[in-house]
């Protein structure tokens, strides 16, 4: 767990850093300096072109964590690294020649609204081009253990250059186009810098020719282009589908709420980028002792740290809504239903690096894919009688019915789990929290409500975590740094 906590550790500040960023900018600056229908319009763009992520990847990015470690040779390793790298490259022709000879076919399929435009179908398809080759190349510094600098450009570098371009928009060095044109380029330029750092510290020759297990590669990309596509889709098509059903401003009212919600999932994404290939390398040792011990530590140490990133939202979410327009306050009930997704994402550890880095990760898979019929379904039925509320609980349902399944599964066939006794005493305490918020208020002005709020959630459950000695991890690190 040395490496995992470590580079953990520095991924979740740099993430961190880069959630204040953007919640700086999606909170503050897209709700002032744009109008509600650009920024629903950015929030489609992006929720669009991540459903179409695994579609261009075809899963190469997971494919390179899988296999790599499984070749012996430094010829096998860049025969295997330079097909990966071509495979995506088709995708790309294939959909750039659909958008220059079919753009009504693609237009058919997407809601009709005046802002989504061919120019804007364009900057979807690009930026799908950019997010899938920077999960390309951030998977080849990855192999190698090195997550730290790809997750700074993941998390920090664009949301520094688009704070800086929201401010152009404000003193109207920038319409409201240009604004969205300039954020495609920054994904753009993201990507090439993560290349460069790629083939600097994986540095391989390019040799074309057909991988050993070619076959058993080919399977996995199909099967893992589909789970890619089932979690992306069950994560964005509710704003997809807010697009047909409602005023895309609603989507601007979604978005900010699902951002919320987000800082509740950053320090399982900061894990994943190292405990993924971990878990990768243990799975093909066969060493299932220790791949237990990671799968119960993770669950348990990121259920603790989101648990109280949870409760400070809970506690807080009425004095953060103060401060942007009354508009968005129609994503309140969504923050909170969500969180609770969230938090159940958290419980599952590195569940996902055991599973897709596993010989049964079809069974997941297609039941995914059935997942999504339900998940399009409950969005029919709910958005247009409860609105975004009505798309929060369709993911709600849907997650929390996904998440099950996976827990199940991995249990069926490697006798994993990831409860402890502590995992009881700390959802207890994460619920006795949140029934404590719905009561709890102060009476001073937002941002002195928020820094007492903070403080006093803040205190109270790291000591009871320290003190009842829920984690040894959370203890001993501690104890590490007070020594320190």
């Given amino acids: 767990m040395g490496v995992v906590i470590r580079q953990s550790i520095k991924n979740t500040i740099s993430t961190y850093i880069g ?29 669009t072109a ?25 010829n096998e390793k860049d025969y295997f690294l330079s097909t990966m790298l071509v495979i995506p490259f088709i995708s790309v022709v294939i959909l750039l020649f659909i958008g220059l000879t079919s753009m009504d076919f693609i237009k058919y399929f997407l809601p009709n609204n005046e802002y989504i435009t061919s120019t804007n179908v364009w900057v979807i398809i690009i930026t799908a081009f950019s997010f899938a080759y920077f999960e390309v190349f951030y998977s080849l510094v990855k192999i190698k253990l090195i997550s730290v600098f790809g997750n700074f450009l993941k998390e920090i570098f664009h949301r520094i250059l688009i704070f800086c371009l929201l401010f152009l928009i404000h003193y109207e ?41 070619l076959n058993q590669i080919i399977r996995y990309l199909l099967i893992i282009c589909l789970a890619g596509a089932v979690a992306n889709i069950v994560l964005e098509i509710d704003k997809f589908m807010i697009a047909q059903y409602l005023d895309i401003s609603k989507v601007a009212y979604y978005a900010v709420a699902i951002y919320v919600c987000s800082l509740i999932t950053v320090p399982r994404r900061s894990m994943f980028q190292i405990a993924n290939p971990l878990s990768s390398k243990l799975l093909n040792d066969k060493n299932y002792i220790d791949l237990g011990i990671l799968y119960q530590k993770s669950s348990l140490n990121l259920l603790i740290v989101c648990g109280l990133v949870f409760l400070l939202i809970a506690f807080n979410l009425s004095d953060l809504y103060s401060f942007i327009p009354d508009s968005y306050t129609e994503g309140y009930y969504v923050v909170l239903i969500i969180s609770f997704t969230k938090l159940y994402n958290a419980f599952l550890g590195n569940i996902d690096g055991i599973i897709f880095n596993s010989k049964y990760y079809k069974v997941i898979v297609f039941i995914g894919v059935l997942l999504i019929f339900l998940t399009i379904y409950l969005n029919y039925k709910l958005i247009p009688l409860y609105g975004i509320e009505g798309a929060a609980i369709s993911s709600l349902i849907a997650i929390c019915l996904y998440n099950t399944i996976k827990v199940y599964y991995v249990y069926l066939k490697f006798k994993l789990q990831p409860i402890t006794v502590n995992t009881f005493k700390v959802i207890s305490l994460i619920l006795f929290g949140f029934s404590v918020s719905l009561s709890f208020s102060l009476d001073f002005s937002p941002v002195i409500n928020i820094i007492l709020k903070s403080s006093i959630v ?10 009842f000695k829920f984690s040894t991890d959370i203890n001993n690190l501690i104890d590490k740094f007070l020594g320190k």
């Fill in 19 to 47: 959630f204040v960023l953007g919640a700086f900018n999606v909170l503050f600056l897209y709700t002032y300096f744009l109008s509600d229908q650009y920024h629903g319009l950015l929030a489609f763009i992006i929720s």
């Fill in 50 to 74: 991540t459903i179409m992520l695994p579609f261009i990847s075809l899963g190469t990015h997971n494919a390179i964590i899988k296999f790599y470690s499984s070749y012996n040779n430094d």
């Fill in 173 to 213: 060095l920038l319409n409201e186009q240009q604004f969205i044109f300039s954020v495609l380029c920054v994904y753009v330029v993201r990507t090439l810098i993560m290349m460069i750092y790629a083939f600097a510290y994986n540095p391989f020759h390019f040799k074309w020719k057909k991988p050993k297990n």
């Fill in 458 to 467: 803040s205190v109270v459950y790291i000591s009871i975590v320290i003190f």
